[in-house]
C-alpha cells in the first residue's frame, strides 16, 4: 500500500508498505482520508518523528476487516472517524482528569498512520477512541473530530463565565473551530488575526460578534471592548499562536482575573513576568490533547452539526500531494487539508 512517510531528509514522501495485519480483536480500516494537522507538521519540520515515521491521525475510512472476537457494535462497511492515543483509564494521571498525561496515552498508535491506504485498529482503539459516522457527514466533517476534542477540552479547562466573552487570537481552523464553542456556550466572542482573509471568514460565517487585524486596528478593538463589555475587558484569551507579542496583546485585553488558554507551544525562550500575573489574579492554562469524554463529546457536535466545520476543510487533496498540502499549510494559504487516500496508486 501506499503511504506517506518522513523521509531521510526529513522531507515528506511516498513509499510503500505491507498492509498492516489485522490485530487479535481489532480491525483493518481502508482510509478515506485524514486531516493535516499542524503537529504532524511540526513532527517533521522540528524534526520531532524518527524518519520511515507515518504521520496523521485524524483519519476516516471502512472497516474492511474484522477479527471474529472485535467488541460488538461495528460490522464490516461501517464508515468510522478514530483518535490515535488510547489512555489507560486506570493510573494516577487518568483518574485526576489528565489523560493525556498517561503513559500509554503516547505509547499507543495508529498502525501505520493516517496518511496511509490502510491503518490496523486495536481491540482499544475500536472500545474507546472510534465512533461511527452517521450518514450525510462527510468524510472530510468526520475528520475534525479529533481536533475538536482538543478544542472542547482548553475551553472548558478555561471554565465557564457568567456573561462571558472571548478574545480569539488567531482564527486559523483551531481559532475558527473555538469561537464557534464559545458561541454555542453564550460567549461574546471578538477574533484577530493578521490575515485579512480570515477576518473575513469568520465575519461572513457569523463565528464572530467582530474581528480585528492586531496592529492595524489595535485602537478600534480597545474601544470596541470597552464600549461592549461591562469590564472594558474579555474574561478569556484563547491563545491558538502563542509568541511574546500575542501574550503581551493578551495581557492587555484580559480582566483582571482573567484566563489565557494556551493552545500552542511557542518560541521556546518566551517569558512571562509572574508579577503581571499575580497581582490580577490572572489564570495561564495550557491544553495539549483530549481525554475520552472530549472525543465523545465532539463526535456528538460534529456529527449534529452543532458547529460548522465545512467551511473551514479549505483544501482536499490526494496523498501523492501531500508535499504541496504542508506547504500550503505552513504558509497559512490552507486553513485546514483533508488528504484523500483514493486507490489509484495501490
Ligand atoms: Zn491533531
Ligand atoms: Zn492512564
Known amino acids: 500500500m501506499l503511504v506517506a512517510a518522513i523521509q531521510d531528509d526529513y522531507q515528506i514522501g511516498l513509499a510503500q508498505m505491507p498492509v498492516p495485519a489485522l490485530p487479535p480483536k481489532g ?8 486531516g493535516l494537522c499542524g503537529s504532524d507538521l511540526d513532527k517533521f519540520v522540528n524534526q520531532k518523528a524518527n524518519p520511515g515515521s507515518v504521520l496523521g491521525h485524524e483519519v476516516v475510512g471502512i472497516i474492511e476487516a474484522l477479527d471474529d472476537e472485535h467488541p460488538s457494535g461495528w460490522k464490516l462497511g461501517d464508515m468510522i472517524v478514530t483518535a490515535h492515543h488510547v489512555p489507560c483509564r486506570k493510573c494516577h494521571y487518568c483518574l485526576n482528569d489528565s489523560q493525556s498525561m498517561c503513559r500509554q496515552f503516547k ?5 501505520p498512520g493516517g ?3 490502510y491503518i490496523a485498529l486495536t481491540e482499544d482503539h475500536l472500545l474507546h477512541t472510534a465512533y461511527k459516522v452517521p450518514a450525510g457527514i462527510t468524510p472530510a466533517e468526520a475528520s475534525c473530530v479529533e481536533p475538536l476534542a482538543c478544542v472542547l477540552r482548553a475551553v472548558q479547562r478555561g471554565g465557564p463565565q457568567v456573561n462571558g466573552s472571548v478574545l480569539i487570537v488567531g482564527l486559523g481552523f483551531i481559532g475558527l473551530m473555538a469561537a464557534q464553542v464559545y458561541q454555542n456556550d453564550g460567549y461574546a466572542v471578538y477574533g484577530v488575526d493578521l490575515d485579512t482573509s480570515r477576518l473575513e471568514l469568520a465575519r461572513s460565517q457569523a463565528f464572530v460578534v467582530d474581528t480585528f487585524h492586531p496592529v492595524n486596528e489595535r485602537e478600534r478593538l480597545d474601544e470596541v471592548l470597552k464600549r461592549h463589555l461591562s469590564v472594558g ?11 511574546p507579542k500575542t501574550i503581551e496583546m493578551a495581557l492587555a485585553l484580559v480582566r483582571d482575573g482573567g484566563t489565557l488558554i494556551g493552545f500552542a507551544s511557542g518560541p521556546e525562550g518566551t517569558t512571562v513576568d509572574p508579577s503581571r500575573l499575580y497581582f490580577r489574579e490572572i489564570n495561564l492554562i495550557t491544553s495539549y490533547s483530549p481525554s475520552l469524554e472530549d472525543l465523545k463529546n465532539a463526535a456528538h457536535t460534529i456529527f449534529n452539526r452543532k458547529i460548522n466545520v465545512a467551511p473551514l476543510v479549505s483544501h482536499s487533496m490526494p496523498l501523492p500531494e501531500i508535499g504541496n498540502a504542508f506547504e500550503l499549510y505552513r504558509s497559512g494559504q490552507a486553513i485546514k487539508v483533508f488528504i484523500r487516500m483514493g486507490d489509484s496508486a495501490l
Open 27 to 34: 480491525a483493518l480500516v481502508k482510509v478515506i482520508g485524514c
Open 107 to 111: 505509547s499507543t498508535n495508529l498502525n
Open 115 to 117: 496518511f496511509s491506504q
Open 233 to 243: 475587558k474579555v474574561d478569556t484569551v484563547f491563545l491558538s499562536v502563542v509568541n
